[in-house]
């Protein structure tokens, strides 16, 4: 168990940046220049040549850490991921003009750096790679929780990338084993995150008390939430054991703080409650009303966690 104080302490350093206005104009800056170095990247850069495009990128990184290092020595932590966060986002594009000068790209495909966040193709694999490896590196470097953005983006790219890499050899597409790879994938990811969680909540260290696992979390349950929702049963124990799954979910949200959770299995349990009402009770009159007696024992069980929350917290 731990005191209220220590508790009270972890709870200020996990709750990460507050919304103001100024974190906003930090971070919706920060995301047009992010999105200008990746999704918005035009055909037209392409015309300065593998090496050309590759200095510039690099000449992009490099600044970038400059000016994060800058920031995060005066105290300004929130652009100083900003920057930080950019610099893990243009590794790819650098990654990706040393294969083209080298002739290490392979052959077929598209092969232009814009259809990297467009299309599913495995030779985006080694780009992925060199990026998870960068972003955990410059991770640990800073020491700046936005900074693990990019890298569960990539996590998520990689899942896709992987299941081509994985069917490319059968000669046509397989979307349940895509499905079922993406599965797994955020099955992975969110254990990585809780992982992540329970390090930072545990650490010593101030700057490692910082909520490292949120973007991971969110990733992580999109692509296990989404695979589970793509698996279409014709059995209703089947049905119900996916609401079964998004209850857990919901809860599982609650009892750590976590609202990814909560919102994809709040959405997993109405999708199941709109297949009972439309499909399963269309002519029933007691239906609503049950509903309504689950709904109110619901209420009740939140009004006796709130009870016993700070005891529950506390062990």
Not at 9 to 35: C, D, E, H, K, W
Not at 41 to 54: D, H, S
Not at 94 to 100: A, D, F, M, R, S
Not at 133 to 142: I, K, P, S
Request: charged letters at 10%; a positive charge; proline letters at 3%.
């Amino acid at each position: 168990s731990g005191s209220p104080q220590r508790l009270d302490t972890q709870a200020q350093a996990l709750a990460g940046p507050r919304f103001s206005f100024t974190n906003t104009l930090y971070y919706f800056g920060g995301m047009v220049a992010i999105g200008a170095m990746s999704l918005f990247m035009t055909l037209g850069w392409q015309a300065f040549g593998a090496w050309g495009l590759g200095a510039i990128s690099a000449a992009y990184l490099l600044a970038c850490l400059k000016v994060a290092d800058h920031l995060k020595h005066r105290q300004l932590a929130v652009p100083a991921g900003i920057l930080a966060t950019l610099a893990v986002v243009l590794v790819p594009l650098l990654v990706w003009c040393v294969q083209h000068a080298l002739g290490w790209w392979p052959p077929g495909g598209l092969s232009s750096y814009s259809a990297y966040h467009t299309h599913i193709n495995w030779r985006w694999l080694t780009l992925e790679f060199v990026t998870l490896a960068a972003g955990v590196v410059m991770l640990w470097r800073y020491r700046l929780p936005f900074m693990v953005m990019p890298i569960a983006v990539t996590l998520w790219y990689m899942n896709m990338d992987v299941a081509h890499a994985l069917w490319s050899d059968v000669g046509h597409w397989d979307w349940k084993f895509v499905r079922d790879v993406s599965l797994v994938f955020g099955i992975a990811t969110v254990f990585i995150a809780l992982w992540v969680d329970v390090r930072s909540r545990r650490a010593l260290d101030r700057e490692w008390r910082q909520d490292y696992a949120f973007w991971l979390y969110l990733f992580g349950t999109l692509m296990f939430w989404g695979g589970l929702s793509l698996r279409d049963s014709d059995s209703e124990l089947g049905k119900a054991f996916y609401c079964l799954i998004n209850l857990v979910l919901v809860f599982a949200g609650a009892a750590i703080g976590r609202r990814v959770f909560t919102v994809f299995g709040g959405l997993g349990v109405a999708i199941y409650l709109g297949h009972l009402s439309y499909k399963v009770f269309g002519d029933s009159l007691l239906f609503p009303f049950a509903l309504t007696m689950m709904g109110l024992g619901v209420v009740s069980l939140g009004i006796w966690w709130q009870r016993h929350e700070a005891r529950i917290n506390a062990t």
